[in-house]
């Protein structure tokens, strides 16, 4: 099946936008693990770029597991929800998630979730769900995130590899580390672990 340029670029920037969501991703993450620089991925997702590279589709679609045509000429979150309709898995709710200010996120640290919701507004997370709280930022996260970005955090949750993680400390404030190919980063002393960032909304 022909499609035109304008579809192909659509179908390109729906299905990366999919995949972050679906595979519970971030930009910068799904930035490390395909090889895409962060700049082509943004310039991408931003529709300004008109004719993505082959190498780099190959790369998008190696790490979803199907073909370049696929990427190009489909819509993924389609086919997916036809495959999972036949699943026990397939009929997920979304889950309510409460919006923490910056400023607030330290202080509100030990509080349930359950009390959250109920005293901030809420956003919504399509996934598995437990100890989730978003980041309302409002200060600049290291030159990455801006005033009006929103984070969605799994709290208390070690890093995995190549997943960044959100720190506090007295000295820093609220920082980000994000983790290299082969060390996983621990709290250093006069740190404490907030989470690790599953999902980025950039304004």
């Known amino acids: ?8 670029k659509k179908n390109i920037i729906n299905n990366i936008e999919y995949i972050i969501r679906s595979r519970s991703e971030t930009k910068v993450s799904f930035s490390h693990r395909t090889g895409v620089t962060r700049a082509t ?8 770029v008109n004719n993505v590279q082959r190498a780099t589709l190959t790369r998008i679609a190696d790490f979803f597991g199907v073909s370049c045509e696929v990427i ?16 026990p898995d397939g009929n997920k709710n979304p889950a309510a998630v409460p919006v923490i200010p910056q400023s607030d996120l330290i202080l509100s ?15 919504w997370f399509f996934g598995d769900v437990s100890n989730m709280v ?12 801006y005033p009006g970005d929103i984070l969605i955090i799994k709290r208390d949750c070690p890093a995995k590899m ?8 007295a000295e820093k404030g609220i ?24 999902e980025e909304r950039i304004q």
Do not use: W
Not at 113 to 123: E, K, Q, R, S
Not at 134 to 145: G, Q, R, T
Not at 162 to 169: G, M, N, R, V, W
């Open 1 to 8: 099946m022909k499609i035109s340029a304008t579809q192909r």
């Open 134 to 145: 978003a980041l309302l930022v409002e200060k600049n996260l290291n030159n990455m995130f």
């Open 162 to 169: 190549k997943q960044p993680a959100l720190f506090y400390s």
């Open 109 to 123: 640290r030990e509080r349930r979730i359950g009390y959250l919701a109920a005293h901030y507004p809420l956003t």
């Open 72 to 87: 190009e000429n489909h819509n993924l979150e389609h086919i997916e929800l036809i495959e999972k309709t036949l699943s």
């Open 175 to 198: 920082f980000i580390r994000e983790n290299d190919d082969s060390v996983i980063h621990l709290c250093q002393e006069g740190e404490t672990l907030l989470g690790v960032i599953v």
């Open 41 to 48: 991925l943004y310039k991408i997702l931003d529709g300004k």
